[in-house]
T-cell receptor, first 115, second 108 residues
Framework: DTGVSQDPRHKITKRGQNVTFRCDPISEHNRLYWYRQTLGQGPEFLTYFQNEAQLEKSRLLSDRFSAERPKGSFSTLEIQRTEQGDSAMYLC?????????????FGPGTRLTVT | AQRVTQPEKLLSVFKGAPVELKCNYSYSGSPELFWYVQYSRQRLQLLLRHISRESIKGFTADLNKGETSFHLKKPFAQEEDSAMYYCALLRAGNMLTFGGGTRLMVKP
């Protein structure tokens, strides 16, 4: 296990198309997070899972966005009817939630370009 | 609402000079603060956390609750320190709120 992986690394799509990204966390990690990062900004929280349960969603996550983690392992983030404003780097992170453990391990990200 | 501010987008210093990357936060609870670093073509990684009070790669950061600051410092910058640095605040649910980042450039 070499860490958090994300697929694809780059995605170019036309406005109005649907896209889906995948994140594979570190195998024993029970928490998984999605962040979005636009140019010149820090990452912004989108949503997170503990095992298969989605526990919180940011107001940034419009109805066009949906995330799943069906078996408590990998997660998918789908964007429907993409818009140019969705162009960003989508980061996934995972952590082992135990008392006093806070470190999140980040994946390399998926860069989305909507034309 | 929680917020993290990094006032400098870019900080450029010469090798061997001291470095201070500023971070200010607003948070109503007891803050847990972190510095993350992203080297060129690498993923975001944790540099240090305030609760451990450790020095990593010569960097230290002290939480000042009175000034609501968590500045990152290093007495002598090295070229390999050149990277993007993000200050982050942990809130309920283990979610991170990041600042906008500061690019550190260490010139030879």
């Amino acid at each position: 296990d070499t860490g958090v992986s994300q697929d694809p690394r780059h995605k170019i799509t036309k406005r109005g198309q649907n896209v889906t990204f995948r994140c594979d966390p570190i195998s024993e990690h029970n928490r998984l997070y999605w962040y979005r990062q636009t140019l010149g900004q820090g990452p912004e929280f989108l949503t997170y899972f503990q095992n298969e349960a989605q526990l919180e969603k940011s107001r940034l996550l419009s109805d066009r966005f949906s995330a799943e983690r069906p078996k408590g392992s990998f997660s998918t983030l789908e964007i429907q009817r993409t818009e140019q404003g969705d162009s960003a780097m989508y980061l996934c992170a995972s952590s082992l939630w135990e008392t006093g453990t806070y470190e999140q391990y980040f994946g390399p990200g998926t860069r989305l370009t909507v034309t | 609402a929680q917020r993290v501010t990094q006032p400098e987008k870019l900080l450029s210093v010469f090798k061997g000079a001291p470095v201070e990357l500023k971070c200010n936060y607003s948070y109503s609870g007891s803050p847990e603060l972190f510095w993350y670093v992203q080297y060129s073509r690498q993923r975001l990684q944790l540099l240090l956390r305030h609760i451990s009070r450790e020095s990593i790669k010569g960097f230290t950061a002290d939480l000042n609750k009175g000034e609501t600051s968590f500045h990152l410092k290093k007495p002598f910058a090295q070229e390999e320190d050149s990277a993007m640095y993000y200050c982050a605040l942990l809130r309920a649910g283990n979610m991170l709120t990041f600042g906008g980042g500061t690019r550190l450039m260490v010139k030879p």
